[in-house]
């Protein structure tokens, strides 16, 4: 999988366990959720995610990196 996958991934995990944590636990979890999208716009942006960062030092390929080879 590639790096934009994982960020995808992880970013919609974090919205559904903060819409389940306001709706079951307290409805202050709702702000993982603003925190979310806020970086994905922030990222749209500017193109800077930290995330993005630490899975390109665990060594995970970006889409560019990896040509469309199936490898990734």
């Given at each position: 999988?590639?790096?934009?996958?994982?960020?995808?991934?992880?970013?919609?995990?974090?919205?559904?366990?903060?819409?389940?944590?306001?709706y079951?636990?307290?409805?202050?979890?709702?702000?993982?959720?603003v925190f979310v999208?806020?970086?994905?716009?922030?990222?749209?942006?500017?193109?800077?995610?930290?995330l993005?960062?630490?899975?390109?030092?665990?060594?995970?390929?970006?889409?560019i990196?990896c040509?469309g080879?199936e490898?990734?």
């Open positions: 999988m590639t790096r934009e996958r994982y960020i995808k991934m992880i970013a919609g995990a974090m919205v559904l366990i903060s819409s389940l944590g306001a079951f636990i307290n409805i202050n979890w709702i702000w993982l959720a999208g806020a970086n994905l716009l922030q990222f749209s942006i500017t193109q800077w995610c930290l993005n960062i630490i899975l390109k030092a665990l060594g995970i390929k970006s889409e990196e040509c080879t490898k990734c």
